[in-house]
Nanobody, 124 residues
Framework: QVQLVESGGGLVQAGGSLRLSCAAS????????MGWYRQVPGKQREVVAG???????NYADSVKGRFTISRDNAKNTVYLQMNSLKPEDTGVYYC??????????????????WGQGTLVTVSS
């Protein structure tokens, strides 16, 4: 019913930049909070940044001043601009969204939706 598709990951040298995108599709009524998480092997998934529908943002201390989260409500899309990347930023980045949608039987439902993940690798 609802799908989140990420793009923009890849390999970059330390100090470089990448921009991640995550587009939500489906029979969406509205999207409240959206965010980005990352996970490395052997560790729990951790929050990187979040943004409310109104545009209020929050960041993990490790990325403050380097990453910027933004969203386009008309396109149901959230972005993560990552600058001054460090090797420790390496991981799989997941998009998350609090989605209200209409199911196939026309019922109003909510979903804590996740994307499939996109790999970011920062080389030293």
């Amino acid at each position: 019913q609802v799908q989140l598709v990420e793009s923009g990951g890849g390999l970059v040298q330390a100090g470089g930049s990448l921009r991640l995108s995550c587009a939500a599709s489906g029979n969406i009524f509205s999207i409240n909070a959206m965010g980005w998480y990352r996970q490395v092997p052997g560790k729990q998934r951790e929050v990187v940044a979040g943004i409310t529908r109104g545009g209020s943002t929050n960041y993990a201390d490790s990325v403050k001043g380097r990453f910027t989260i933004s969203r386009d409500n008309a396109k149901n899309t959230v972005y993560l601009q990552m600058n001054s990347l460090k090797p420790e930023d390496t991981g799989v980045y997941y998009c998350n969204a609090d989605v209200a949608y209409y199911s196939s039987d026309y019922r109003y439902r909510t979903l804590d939706a996740w994307g499939q993940g996109t790999l970011v690798t920062v080389s030293s």
